[in-house]
T-cell receptor, first 113, second 110 residues
Framework: DAGVTQSPTHLIKTRGQHVTLRCSPI?????VSWYQQVLGQGPQFIFQ???????GRGNFPDRFSARQFPNYSSELNVNALLLGDSALYLC????????????FGPGTRLTVT | GQQLNQSPQSMFIQEGEDVSMNCTSS?????WLWYKQDPGEGPVLLIA?????ELTSNGRLTAQFGTTRKDSFLNISASIPSDVGIYFC??????????FGQGTELSVKP
């Protein structure tokens, strides 16, 4: 069975631009969470979605938004990119909105220049 | 905000040695998770703990949920080169989000 998939693998953007990152959860999983990981730190929670509804939001500015589609895949959008947005963006899927066990994808490496 | 503190920050050991690392929280957790991350990849779930005092094994890895519910421990027995990586503890302080420690970087010398 395929694990969590994310696209693209790598991305280079310029300050002020917009970016969309995509994630497909493990088959049968209905919840998707997004995390940002900067070099040398653990992942930081951005959003959780379950059944297309936002269930949780971390301490990130409104430039960050996300959505979940009927097939449970998800998009993370970041507007007005800043240099500090350069990071590994991780998507994690879990069985439902109650499960603590989250399974991560390989991530999207975003570089903002 | 809530933080998880992991120690040690890094370890450099000889192949075959046992490894111990721990994670502490300023508040009580009902769940502890341990992940391993290899360079350029996402974290991989190793062990999940749900009950204070619980001891759970996954091959050569053993993790314990501390009895105070504010700490957890991970042990690796007879380390091998593929154990190299960064080990993270994580827990859900509220809702379903996870917070992570800063990681313990393990290096194994053959």
């Amino acid at each position: 069975d395929a694990g969590v998939t994310q696209s693209p693998t790598h991305l280079i953007k310029t300050r002020g631009q917009h970016v969309t990152l995509r994630c497909s959860p493990i088959s049968g999983h209905k919840s998707v969470s997004w995390y940002q990981q900067v070099l040398g730190q653990g992942p930081q929670f951005i959003f959780q979605y379950y059944e297309k509804e936002e269930r949780g939001r971390g301490n990130f500015p409104d430039r960050f938004s996300a959505r979940q589609f009927p097939n449970y895949s998800s998009e993370l959008n970041v507007n007005a990119l800043l240099l500090g947005d350069s990071a590994l963006y991780l998507c994690a899927s879990s069985l439902d909105g109650q499960s603590y066990e989250q399974y991560f994808g390989p991530g999207t490496r975003l570089t903002v220049t | 905000g809530q933080q998880l503190n992991q120690s040690p920050q890094s370890m450099f050991i000889q192949e075959g040695e046992d490894v111990s690392m721990n994670c502490t929280s300023s508040s009580i957790f009902n769940t502890w998770l341990w992940y391993k991350q290899d360079p350029g990849e996402g974290p991989v779930l190793l062990i999940a703990l749900y009950k204070a005092g619980e001891l759970t094994s996954n091959g050569r890895l053993t993790a314990q949920f501390g009895t105070t519910r504010k700490d957890s421990f991970l042990n690796i027995s007879a380390s091998i080169p593929s154990d190299v990586g960064i080990y993270f503890c994580a827990g859900p302080p509220d809702g379903r989000k996870l917070i992570f420690g800063q990681g313990t970087e393990l290096s194994v010398k053959p």
